[in-house]
C-alpha cells in the first residue's frame, strides 16, 4: 500500500458543486499539506496542518477549505467548484521537522466544467 | 517569505550526456535543499536532498551542490538516459517547528536517445 493516498485519482464535477478530495497517510507523521499543480506554475501550498488541532492557509487558500479529521487523514474541499480550479491537486505528509523531505501521494486530477 | 526561482523551464539532453539543473533561493536562512523527481502521472519523488552544513551530496549518478554565498543549489545528472526523463523541482525551508518547504517552478527534462 502507498504511504499516502489520495481518493479519488481523477473527478469531473460541474461548476457551482460542492467537492472533497480525500487524502490518508501510513507514515505516522503529524504533518500533512495540500498543494495543487498547475502547468508552469510548480506546486503551490494551500492549506497545510502541524497536528490534529493545528490548520494553517497557504498561499492560496481562498475557494478551498480544509478537515484534519485524524492523524493520519486530511482532505480538501471546494465549497463551490469553479473552472479556474481545475488543476492537478497532491497531499504530502511530513515529519516533524519537516526536513527529511515529504512523501507525496499520486495526485487527483480535478476538472471543473 | 522565501523564494525559489528555477530556470529554465525546460532542458534538452542526448543520452549519456550531463544534466545540471540550477535554483537560486532568497532567504540566507533557508538550510534544507530538497530535489524531487514527478514521472507522468505520479507525485513527486524525494530523490536526493543537502543541508547547509555541507557543500555537495552524491548518490549514484546524481550529486547536488549548494552554495551559500551566493544562495544557489544545482542538481547534476551524469550519463543520462531516457527514464531520468521527468519534472524536477528543487525546494528550500528553515528546518524547525514551523518548516514548511517553498518549491521552485519545476523544470521539464528531455533525455534524447
Known amino acids: 500500500d502507498a504511504d499516502v493516498t489520495q481518493t479519488p485519482r481523477n473527478r469531473i464535477t460541474k461548476t457551482g458543486k460542492r467537492i472533497m478530495l480525500e487524502c490518508s497517510q501510513t507514515k505516522g507523521h503529524d504533518r500533512m499539506y495540500w498543494y495543487r499543480q498547475d502547468p508552469g506554475l510548480g506546486l503551490r501550498l494551500i492549506y497545510y496542518s502541524f497536528d490534529v488541532k493545528d490548520i494553517n492557509k497557504g498561499e492560496i487558500s481562498d475557494g478551498y477549505s480544509v478537515s484534519r479529521q485524524a492523524q493520519a487523514k486530511f482532505s480538501l474541499s471546494l465549497e463551490s467548484a469553479i473552472p479556474n480550479q481545475t488543476a492537478l491537486y497532491f497531499c504530502a505528509t511530513s515529519d516533524p521537522t519537516g526536513s527529511y523531505g515529504y512523501t507525496f501521494g499520486s495526485g487527483t486530477r480535478l476538472t471543473v466544467v | ?113
Open chain 2, 1 to 113: 517569505g522565501e523564494n525559489v526561482e528555477q530556470h529554465p523551464s525546460t532542458l534538452s539532453v542526448q543520452e549519456g550526456d550531463s544534466a545540471v539543473i540550477k535554483c537560486t533561493y532568497s532567504d540566507s536562512a533557508s538550510n534544507y535543499f530538497p530535489w524531487y523527481k514527478q514521472e507522468l502521472g505520479k507525485g513527486p519523488q524525494l530523490i536526493i536532498d543537502i543541508r547547509s552544513n555541507v557543500g555537495e551530496k552524491k548518490d549514484q549518478r546524481i550529486a547536488v551542490t549548494l552554495n551559500k554565498t551566493a544562495k544557489h543549489f544545482s542538481l547534476h545528472i551524469t550519463e543520462t538516459q531516457p527514464e531520468d526523463s521527468a519534472v524536477y523541482f528543487c525546494a528550500a525551508s528553515i528546518s524547525g517547528a514551523n518548516s514548511k518547504l517553498t518549491f521552485g517552478k519545476g523544470i521539464t527534462l528531455s533525455v534524447r536517445p
